[in-house]
């Protein structure tokens, strides 16, 4: 197993993400974060908290659940059976740009979940998607806008982040 | 994503749910978190998810049921399902096809789940040992209503955070009464103190063998519950004469605004409903604030969409 992440460097690629998401999204527009969970609603919020302060206005943030919009739910080989937990959005997603929010970008499925869950809330004017680590092995054609580190792993490879919200310590590995 | 989950090793196993009395706290537990994340549908703007894309649930209904049968149906619809209504007057039962016989032709179409309900204690039982669909248990008999079980406990936490310590007297037709017995086993499993209230006409004969207390007074448990459930008297499952008349039934174990008076401020009162109004509770108590009637039918829906999920799920682990 190897680091390739620490906590100074995951601090400064949020950084780096928040300024960019600041300088791509013309100003007027209104901007919400949204986390899939576990993982990305730890990195939402402190998205969220960057964008708030780099803007002046809160920017909301809120948290998806995508459980019930898996494509392996009927299927054995689902791997660990999953526990369907809570949507957490307190603000209408209609005409607003939602900064999607996951932690890694492996197959593309979650993105793939994740948007559908969030267009049954309502219709949001665009969708992007921000992930901390971007890995090979897609399954979908989808593609990130805002990745924070590209990580080289091979196929067999599981490239894991840690934050200090959910996990007491805060790294990126790769085994 | 698979990492937070290796801290929670539970794992939800049973395709069928006949009762709660087989269920462990942690099962219980489980289904009512599980629960949780389905309340949000029902209140955004698409009502619909897509788990059970492609799964035909079954409402095998052999009694009559306005709740269960519609909050089954919105459950399964709501989880795009598709939902067969049976009901015995419109069906070949009238001819005399037994009840395995209908699972099984039933099941020769091609369905996923089936839920019953049935005046015959042990109905879903038999049905699970005999077909491979799941089976899911809408009341047996006298012997359970799993749902309603949970989905008042789901209420009670709901509101008071945890069923730990709390107070809870089951009030009325307790011998005819599938949901006092569901109730019992879920409340006392997840740390409740239950008792069961009632004339001794209505109070089951081995009582003492269940893990409840009996009081025949209302009065004297009314100051002491955080909760209170008033049972329906079921007049069509009555024989003879369990009290002597309605008035004095009313008089002695009615839910009045004046009994209410010396409850605690905070109790809940709930009814699985339908309500006799006047009979076991007078219409103001049934309205009123403390009233949480219609919280339980909300949260039935949410309830019932994770019992389905969780047996489909379980089942697609199986095959």
């Given at each position: 197993m190897k680091v390739i992440l620490k906590s100074k460097q995951i601090d400064e690629i949020l950084d780096d993400l928040a300024g960019r998401i600041v300088s791509e999204i013309p100003s007027g527009l209104d901007i919400a974060i949204i986390g899939i969970r576990s993982r990305g609603e730890v990195l939402a919020q402190r998205l969220s908290g960057r964008l708030s302060k780099k803007l002046g206005k809160e920017v909301p943030c809120g948290t998806l659940d995508i459980t019930l919009y898996?494509?392996?739910?009927?299927?054995?080989?689902?791997a660990a059976q999953p526990q369907v937990r809570t949507t957490e959005i307190g603000?209408?997603?209609?005409?607003k740009i939602i900064i999607l929010v996951d932690d890694v970008l492996h197959t593309g499925r979650s993105a793939r979940a994740a948007m559908d869950a969030l267009i049954d809330l309502g219709r949001p004017k665009a969708i992007k998607l921000a992930v901390l680590v971007d890995r090979a092995g897609r399954e979908f054609p989808i593609q990130a806008d805002y990745v924070g580190y590209k990580a080289d792993a091979k196929p067999e490879q599981l490239v894991q982040v840690f934050l200090?919200?959910?996990?007491?310590k805060e790294e990126v590995t790769i085994e | 994503m698979a990492l937070i989950r290796k801290n929670k090793q539970f794992k939800w196993h049973r395709k069928?749910?006949?009762?709660?009395?087989?269920?462990s706290a942690e099962e219980i537990t489980y289904i009512l978190d599980t629960a949780k994340g389905f309340e949000q549908i029902s209140t955004r703007s698409v009502k619909k998810a897509p788990p059970l894309r492609g799964k035909v649930v079954v409402n095998l209904f052999f009694e009559d049921s306005t709740r269960t049968r519609n909050s089954f149906a919105l459950a399964a619809n709501r989880l795009s399902a598709d939902v067969i209504e049976f009901t015995k007057k419109a069906s070949s039962v009238s001819k005399g096809e037994t009840l395995l016989d209908t699972a099984r032709n039933l099941e020769a179409?091609?369905?996923?789940i089936i839920v019953i309900r049935h005046n015959a204690g042990g109905a879903a039982k038999l049905l699970s040992r005999n077909i491979n669909a799941c089976v899911v248990n809408a009341g047996d008999g006298f012997c359970e209503h799993p749902t309603q079980g949970l989905l008042d406990v789901y209420t009670i936490r709901k509101i008071k955070?945890?069923?730990?310590g709390l107070k809870v007297a089951i009030v009325g037709?307790?011998?005819?009464s599938r949901v006092a017995r569901s109730d019992m086993w879920a409340m006392t499993k997840l740390g409740a103190e239950v008792i069961f209230v009632g004339p001794p006409t209505l109070?089951?004969?081995?009582?003492?063998?269940?893990p409840v207390s009996v009081s025949y007074s209302l009065d004297e448990v009314i100051e002491k519950v955080d909760v209170i459930n008033m049972l329906r008297i079921q007049f069509e499952r009555?024989?003879?004469?369990?009290?002597?008349?309605i008035r004095e039934y009313s008089h002695y174990f009615g839910l009045t605004v004046e009994r209410m008076k010396r409850a605690k401020p905070n109790i809940l009162v709930m009814h699985p409903g339908p309500i006799n109004r006047g009979l076991e509770m007078e219409s103001e108590v049934a309205d009123?604030?403390?009233?949480v009637i219609l919280d339980q039918v909300t949260n039935g829906l949410a309830v019932r969409m994770a019992v389905l999920f969780l047996v489909n799920q379980a089942a697609a682990q199986k095959d």
């Open positions: 898996r494509d392996d739910l009927n299927s054995p080989q689902g603000f209408d997603v209609d005409g200090t919200e959910s996990d007491g | 069928h749910l006949l009762g709660l009395r087989e269920l179409m091609g369905i996923d955070g945890t069923l730990e037709d307790i011998a005819h109070i089951p004969a081995q009582v003492n063998q269940l009555l024989g003879g004469n369990p009290f002597p008349s009123g604030t403390n009233s």
